[in-house]
């Protein structure tokens, strides 16, 4: 008679990015509530959208809202605008110019980036917010371009050791943050004397055990520790409000109260 119960931060990376970058106009759009893809694609396609309401974008444009989404979380991931053509099976040259737009509808996205690189060529490694460090290929510091790596042939090295610099914090962070906020919940339950418990957490999802009689005092032990917690205390992410959705046997939460 029990429930199963699961919750997962949306777009939790791309929170954690947000608010590393400290990028103002995509903290806006996350921040909103509105389609985050659709709305980035209002600006990363400015001049194709002008004149179409985000909540149409999905809808009538959905190849540029999937461009959209590609050079953002490719961006995130470190990947190139060969790999975003290959994925979007389009030109080089369209991806290349899709990433530029990006970088200039949300430079801060760019200085972050640029930050990550130069903290890697000048340390070797790379720090995250809770002080998990990833140490890098000597590639990138022994060498201080990537013209010079490719000349000792060891570009694809150095290539690697920059993406991860830019790409460790953001995953590093949103995976601790997801099993920092299980770890709080599961502490709760036994607090409260409750038989529920938490039985699973996958980077930014969380599943539980919801004894039968325990489901408004479990998702009010959510709520704090998902909700109020990280967007109390996590500086890191610079005024991006986290948020999360439930999942009870298989069904959205929909109207639920808690």
């Not at 010079?148 to 991860?164: D, I, M, T």
């Amino acid at each position: 008679g029990g429930l199963f119960l699961s919750f997962d931060f949306s777009s939790l990376e791309v929170n954690v990015f947000t608010g590393m970058a400290n990028e103002e106009a995509l903290r806006d759009i996350l921040n909103s509530g509105a389609d985050l893809h659709s709305s980035m694609a209002k600006k990363v396609f400015a001049d194709e959208l002008k004149d179409v309401p985000v909540e149409k974008v999905k809808e009538l444009y959905p190849h540029l809202r999937s461009f959209s989404k590609g050079a953002t979380f490719g961006t995130l991931y470190g990947s190139s605008e060969f790999n975003l053509a290959d994925q979007l099976n389009i030109t080089v040259e369209r991806a290349k110019g899709i990433i530029d737009s990006l970088m200039v509808a949300f430079p801060g996205i760019a200085r972050y980036v640029e930050q990550c690189h130069e903290e890697a060529k000048t340390k070797g490694y790379i720090d995250t917010y809770f002080g998990v460090r990833r140490e890098l290929d000597v590639a990138v510091t022994k060498y201080k371009s990537k013209e010079e790596a490719k000349a000792h042939g060891v570009s694809g090295r150095y290539k690697h050791a920059l993406n991860a610099s830019q790409n460790h914090p953001v995953q590093s962070n949103a995976s601790v943050i997801g099993w920092i906020c299980a770890s709080h919940i599961q502490d709760e339950f036994i607090r409260q004397g409750m038989y529920s418990r938490v039985i699973g957490n996958v980077h930014d999802s969380v599943e539980m055990d919801i004894y039968p009689g325990e489901l408004q005092d479990a998702l009010r032990i959510v709520r704090y520790h998902a909700d109020t917690v990280p967007n109390s205390i996590y500086d890191l992410l610079n005024g991006v409000k986290l948020r999360f959705d439930f999942e009870g046997n298989g069904e959205s939460s929909g109207e639920w109260e808690y």
